[in-house]
């Protein structure tokens, strides 16, 4: 089967660093994708990792070890419009699967 | 250039009655998926055309929803009659499909029908 597993809430306070982490299983897989998703607003795509490794990417870095099916996404220097859920999404083959999404509060 | 349009953004219907939501998606993109998104949860994939053909409408329930892609460019998704809950966001994406050298697919969400099932 698929299973993707993230964090339901995070809080974190505006300047700091937090580590968002996504675990999966799937039958295939040809990448992993993390994208932004704001109250009412459609997701926006934010990175995307198919070998393992750091990927970065401005404030936001993604990293993906695939023998231990594992992904995080790091955002540096919080700014209160990072509040937002975070959808991890993996494809297993030539469609995502998404996780259920880790919402994303910053505190000033 | 545009992005994934939808409509309506908002719809109210009380159950039994039909809806119908429209996807316009980017130029020139031909792989085109409805999505549903639960409250708290992530989007789960109904349908996926390629132009104009579904080719993996597995999570779609066939007895109350259906969907088109005349000319395999607009689509709609009509779910008759409606339930409770049924109640969700409707997301269309777009994307241009598998390209040769391309390093990933990405896919461009609009931003949702609400359908509230009262």
């Known amino acids: 089967g698929q299973n993707i597993d993230q964090p339901t809430e995070m809080t974190a306070t505006e300047g700091a660093i937090v580590q968002i982490n996504c675990t999966y299983q799937t039958s295939g897989f040809n990448g992993l994708f993390w994208y932004q998703q704001h109250a009412g607003e459609a997701p926006t795509f934010l990175s995307y990792?198919?070998?393992?490794g750091l990927e970065e990417k401005g404030r936001f870095s993604s990293f993906l070890s695939r023998s231990k099916g594992y992904s995080y996404l790091l955002l540096k220097e919080l700014q209160m419009k990072d509040s937002a859920s975070y959808l991890c999404?993996?494809?297993?083959?030539?469609?995502?699967?998404f996780g259920t999404g880790t919402r994303l509060q910053v505190f000033p | 250039e545009a992005g994934v349009v939808q409509s309506p953004r908002y719809k109210i219907i009380e159950k039994k009655q039909p809806v119908a939501f429209w996807c316009n998606p980017i130029s020139g993109h031909n792989t085109l998926y409805w999505y549903l998104q639960n409250l708290g949860q992530g989007p789960e994939l109904l349908i996926r055309?390629?132009?104009?053909?579904?080719?993996?409408d597995s999570q779609l329930p066939k007895d109350r929803f259906s969907a088109e892609r005349l000319k395999g460019v607009d689509s709609t998704l009509k779910i008759q009659p409606a339930e409770l809950g049924d109640s969700a966001v409707y997301l269309c994406?777009?994307?241009?499909?598998?390209?040769?050298?391309?390093?990933?697919?990405?896919?461009?969400f609009g931003p949702g029908t609400r359908l509230t099932v009262l």
């Open positions: 999404a993996v494809s297993p083959t030539d469609k995502l699967i």
């Open positions: 990792n198919v070998l393992d």
């Open positions: 055309y390629e132009n104009e053909e579904a080719v993996d």
């Open positions: 994406a777009s994307s241009l499909g598998a390209v040769r050298g391309a390093p990933y697919n990405e896919q461009f």
